[in-house]
């Protein structure tokens, strides 16, 4: 695939890390970004079985990474009045999926550190401020794909586009001419973090979570910085129709009515929840998203292919950032295998790609998830076990379990690419 020209959207995860591995494979990259610079915000993710694999063949990130992670001991789950049902701890073993991954790092710094691995490859180029206007392809897959951009970059042909801009994927919308949210499946659920320039737990790398009634759950924990990081989640019954609804309407109507929102939902919930809305709402870096999951028929269109949460968003479970370092290795190493052919190479991408993304975006049975062990676990999965408590008051019960629960591996072989090694 030597010479391939590409044009990657997104500069979070999933653009870097396929910036990362197409470069490697011989391909130049130009990247853009639609925001002014690299986002630093954004909610703790954790890296696992297949992201794991993908990282320790990546020069350098593993030790960066394991710099910047968030270093959490554990978490104890709390009552209203703040004594703990119990402690959940680390296990210490990176092939054990404990509830605490040792990967765990906020999106931002994990953007940063992919980014760091990249920015200075003669073969990749980062434009920020920059958008796509317009996409032609020849029905054929003979042709380039013509792009012209929103802000001065000039119109310029692609061999191949890849859409690493996030669940609501403008570049999806586009290649496959439909809503930004068609085929995102929602889950009924949000999140929200921020957090507090204090050390509310006053030194212990034991961060806390809370269930309130109602599907509320609310979490603090240590920020390397010395800050806490608090997240709130929401989640709603099934028999809810469009449950999210109203937190979508506030998000449109900007930041402060969605605090406003989010501030009423949770007012009252008990424990420390009412100190956390106060600050949140003079928080400076508040964000707040749905949690959805991406599932689509096909993961290409012609010469536009989506990696990441664009493709395959996996919502609770919180295996996202460990699908999308799958999602770029993959497609650099399926289209190095089939050079010259690059319909064989992103159906191969498909095709590596797609019983991962089944294992990651399982969601366990609401009860069942806290009662029996699962294989795949991690952030995502722990903070809604901990907010569906709540609702089946199984507290106690549950606690017994989630130690085990958390600690089976689920690994995933990766494919060996040639070149790689
Ligand atoms: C992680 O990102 C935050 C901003 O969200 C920043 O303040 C902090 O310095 C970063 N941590 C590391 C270790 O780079
Ligand atoms: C266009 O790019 C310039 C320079 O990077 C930037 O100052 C401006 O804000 C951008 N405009 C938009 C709409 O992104």
């Not at 992201?51 to 030790?63: D, F, I, L, N």
């Amino acid at each position: 695939m030597s010479g391939l020209k590409v044009l990657v959207v997104g500069a979070s995860i999933a653009g870097p890390a396929t910036a990362y591995w197409l470069a490697k494979a011989g391909a130049r990259v130009t990247v853009i970004e639609r925001f002014p610079r690299l986002r630093t915000g954004g909610q703790a993710v954790d890296i696992r079985t297949a992201g794991v694999s993908v990282m320790r063949k990546m020069t350098g990130m593993e030790a960066q990474v394991r710099a910047k992670s968030m270093q959490e001991e554990g978490v104890s789950f709390v009552r209203d009045d703040g004594r703990p049902y119990g402690v959940i701890r680390a296990t210490g073993n990176p092939e054990q999926q404990s509830i605490i991954s040792e990967y765990e790092i906020l999106r931002g710094n994990l953007s940063q550190v992919l980014f760091d691995l990249t920015q200075n490859n003669d073969k990749i180029e980062y434009i920020f401020n920059e958008q796509i206007a317009s996409m032609q392809q020849s029905t054929s897959l003979s042709g380039p794909v013509t792009v012209e951009f929103l802000n001065g970059t000039k119109t310029s042909d692609f061999d191949l586009v890849v859409a690493c801009d996030g669940a609501t994927s403008r570049t999806r919308a586009m290649a496959l001419e439909c809503g930004v949210r068609d085929h995102i499946v929602p889950t009924n659920s949000w999140t929200a973090y921020f957090s507090i320039k204090q050390d509310l737990l006053h030194g212990s790398k034991i961060g806390q979570g809370y269930s309130a009634p109602g599907g509320r759950f609310a979490s603090i924990s240590a920020d390397p910085a010395g800050a806490t990081r608090v997240m709130l989640m929401a989640i709603f019954p099934p028999s809810v129709t469009d449950a999210t609804l109203p937190f979508r309407e506030a998000s449109t109507q900007g930041d402060d009515a969605l605090r406003t929102y989010i501030a009423t939902h949770f007012r009252g919930a008990g424990w420390r929840t009412d100190t956390l809305l106060d600050a949140m709402l003079l928080a400076d870096d508040f964000y707040a998203s749905e949690i959805v999951q991406v599932k689509l028929p096909h993961l290409h269109k012609g010469r536009i292919v989506l990696v990441g949460d664009a493709a395959f968003a996996a919502g609770p479970t919180g295996g996202g950032t460990s699908l999308a370092l799958g999602g770029a290795y993959m497609l650099a190493g399926e289209l190095a295998s089939h050079p010259g052919d690059l319909e064989a190479g992103l159906k191969g991408y498909e095709m590596q790609i797609r019983p991962v993304v089944k294992e990651f975006q399982k969601i366990p049975p609401l009860v069942s998830s806290v009662l029996a062990p699962q294989t795949v676990w991690g952030i995502g999965i722990r903070n809604w076990v901990f907010a569906i408590i709540a609702w089946t008051g199984v507290a106690e019960a549950a606690q017994k379990y989630l130690g085990a629960a958390f600690t089976s591996s689920g690994n995933f072989p990766l494919p060996g690419y040639g070149w790689v090694e």
